[in-house]
Structure formats: C-alpha cells, structure tokens
C-alpha cells in the first residue's frame, strides 16, 4: 500500500511567489516522522526539513515550512519567496518509529520562473 | 566538513563485471544506507547498516552485497553486474535508526551496465 503520496507531478511557479507542494501519509503508528529533500538537478540529495509526529508546533527552517495537519495526515512544504534556484525535485518521506526504512513519495518537479 | 564522500561519481561496466562503490562519511554518524534512484520509481533501499559491525537488507538487495568496513565506510559491490543495475546509486548516513534522525545523502554514482 503505497503510504507517501505526492499528488503534483510537477508545478510551474512564479519567482517570489509561496509555493506549496503537497504530502499526504498513511500509517497506523502514533510515532513517526515526516521529512522534505530536494534534489537539483546536479542530483545531489539535499535534507531540508524534519517535523515529529509529536510536535505541536510546525516546523520551519529559514524559507521552508511544513504545514502540518495530523488529522488529515498531510505534510506539506510551503517555500516562501521563490527563487530560481528553487527548482527541483522535492521529495517527502516518512519513517515510522522502530523502522529504519524511510518511505519515499514520487516527487514534485518544481520549476520557478523568472 | 565534507559529510558523505562516494566515488566513483560515474561508471560504465560490462554485463558480468564487478565493481564496488564506496562511501565514507565524517559526521560520526552511526547508521548507514545504500540506494538506487531509477526514473519514475523513487528511491529503493539496498541495504543498510544500523551501526557499526551490522548490515541488513533493504527493499532490493539480490544482486548486491555490501561492507561495513569501519563507523566511517559502508561499500556496496556487485559482484557480476546486469544492465537492470543500471542506476543512481546514493549513500546516505544518519545519527541512529531513530525517527527523527534525517539522512544525508552523498552525491551519487550514476552506473550504467551494457
């Protein structure tokens, strides 16, 4: 059963404007995490973010916000004030607790416009 | 701090030939993992490493074996190479299994077997 789902194969986005790209999970545990990458097109995997399933407060790291919404369990990235290096692909993942495995979603290709 | 060191970046091989890709991280970190990225199907992992002195399997591991060689190296071998492990290969490193330990990843080993 797939368990990460990202629902936009690819998004076309404004310079400066927010962007979010969205996540959705499914798990039975009341333990996880859920983590962002990107990954430029030099191909390179780049961590950008990581939120508990505990935590009550989203997560953020400089540009990059998760929204977090446990109930509808989706985790998506919300990028504020694009910028060209901004494109990529984004993945989502998760690990559930006690599982070394990190579910990966399909991806995101986000391209930023001038 | 050069964080997850793989080589080679590319390599071309023969059907039947062997070869291994190696990895060294400087983080301390205790956990690593092996991936292949093919198009369309995310990332799979190969094997990983909890910690030091342990390896076990992953999602894709027929065809592969892999050494944990010391708390800093994790190599990945193929022993008689197939044109279905053509790929992008990433090492990845993580503090410990724990679910809010992210990984990161090396930059990857494009192989291409004809």
């Known amino acids: 059963a797939q368990k990460i789902t990202q629902t936009q194969p690819g998004m076309f986005v404004q310079e400066k404007e927010a962007v979010t790209l969205d996540c959705t999970y499914d798990t039975s545990d009341q333990s996880y995490g859920l983590f962002w990458y990107k990954q430029p097109s030099s191909g390179e995997m780049i961590f950008l973010i990581y939120?508990?399933?505990?935590d009550e407060q989203n997560a953020t790291e400089g540009r990059y916000s998760l929204n977090f919404q446990k109930a509808r369990k989706s985790a998506n990235l919300v990028i504020s004030a694009s910028q060209l290096g901004d494109s990529a692909m984004y993945f989502c993942?998760?690990?559930?607790?006690?599982?070394?495995?990190?579910?990966w979603g399909a991806g995101t290709k986000l391209i930023i416009k001038p | 701090n050069a964080g997850v060191t793989q080589t080679p970046k590319f390599q071309v091989l023969k059907t039947g030939q062997s070869m291994t890709l190696q990895c060294a991280q400087d983080?301390?970190?205790?956990?690593m993992y092996w991936y292949r990225q093919d198009p369309g199907m995310g990332l799979r992992l190969i094997y990983y490493?909890?910690?030091?002195?342990?390896?076990d399997k992953g999602e894709v591991p027929n065809g592969y074996n892999v050494s944990r060689l010391n708390k800093r190296e994790f190599s990945l071998r193929l022993e008689s190479a197939a044109p279905s492990q053509t790929s992008v290969y990433f090492c990845?490193?993580?503090?410990?299994?724990?679910?809010?330990?992210?990984?990161?990843f090396g930059n990857g080993t494009r192989l291409t077997v004809t």
């Open positions: 490493s909890a910690s030091e002195g342990t390896t």
């Open positions: 990845a490193s993580s503090v410990n299994r724990a679910g809010d330990s992210p990984l990161h």
């Open positions: 983080m301390n970190h205790n956990s």
């Open positions: 993942a998760m690990r559930e607790r006690g599982n070394y495995q990190l579910i």
């Open positions: 939120q508990g399933s505990y």
